[in-house]
């Protein structure tokens, strides 16, 4: 078994929310990890809103609401390079990570990286999340070539906000084989409104468990990929 990873196309994209109601549907094997936040806790907010939820501390948490790299600056600390926070990654014995990214692949982590080295570092089966608001077909294939320009390529997308059929169907046409899901927020942001839309999004949920689990094992080439990584290092 191994870990996912939650993308953003940008800030506020619906990362937490689909990070909820995928604990909500299937909490049991999974922990939730944000290894970087800053600003009020998604951590503390899945925690309420999942209350059977494993959540594991973040690698680090900055009270101001800026970038993590900011907000580590304004109190006189540095973000550690993309190694040292995959050896920091939890290794619950009998939990799967479900790993949320902050902003956008593309937003700095320290001086030297931007956040994509971390998730390449990772090498985990990664979901882009975008928000299905205007301009959700242009934003989300910019996030997706930009990050096949790397080497990242997720294995689906999902669309968060109000149903956009025709966003959905212009991205997955336009988006090299990657499919595409929608997903509505909870009414109500309490654990009961997130518990009731985790099933009323039974359906979509059980598409993007496939897509995951069907990347759960990593392949000859990513394995290959991490081991260059690693060798990089020495």
């Known amino acids: ?101 902050f902003g956008s692949p593309f ?8 956040q994509v080295e971390l998730i390449r570092r990772l090498a985990r089966p990664a979901v882009l999340v975008s928000s299905s608001a205007i301009g959700a077909i242009g ?22 906000g109000k149903r956009d059929d025709f966003a959905a169907e212009q991205i997955a046409r336009r988006a090299d084989g990657i499919p595409v899901v929608s997903f509505t927020p909870p009414a109500t942001w309490d654990a009961n409104g997130v518990a009731l839309s985790a099933r009323h999004q039974t359906a979509p949920l059980e598409i993007v468990r496939g897509w995951v689990e069907s990347r759960l094992a990593p392949s000859p080439r990513a394995l290959l990929g991490e081991r260059d990584l690693r060798g990089s290092e020495q």
């Open 1 to 101: 078994m191994t870990d996912f990873i939650i993308l953003g196309s940008d800030t506020d994209a619906g990362k937490t929310t689909f990070a909820a109601l995928w604990l909500a549907a299937f909490g049991e094997p999974w922990a939730y990890w944000k290894p970087l936040e800053s600003g009020e806790s998604d951590s503390e907010r899945v925690r309420r809103l999942v209350p059977s939820a494993t959540v594991l501390p973040p690698f680090r948490s900055f009270a101001e609401p800026v970038a993590p790299m900011l907000a580590a600056q304004s109190i006189g600390e540095l973000i550690p390079p993309a190694p040292e926070i995959v050896a920091a990654r939890p290794s619950p014995h009998d939990r799967r990570l479900v790993i949320e990214t």
């Open 107 to 114: 937003s700095p982590l320290n001086d030297a990286e931007l």
């Open 139 to 160: 934003r989300t294939l910019q996030c997706l070539r930009a990050l096949a320009a790397v080497g990242v390529k997720p294995v689906g997308v999902v669309l968060v």
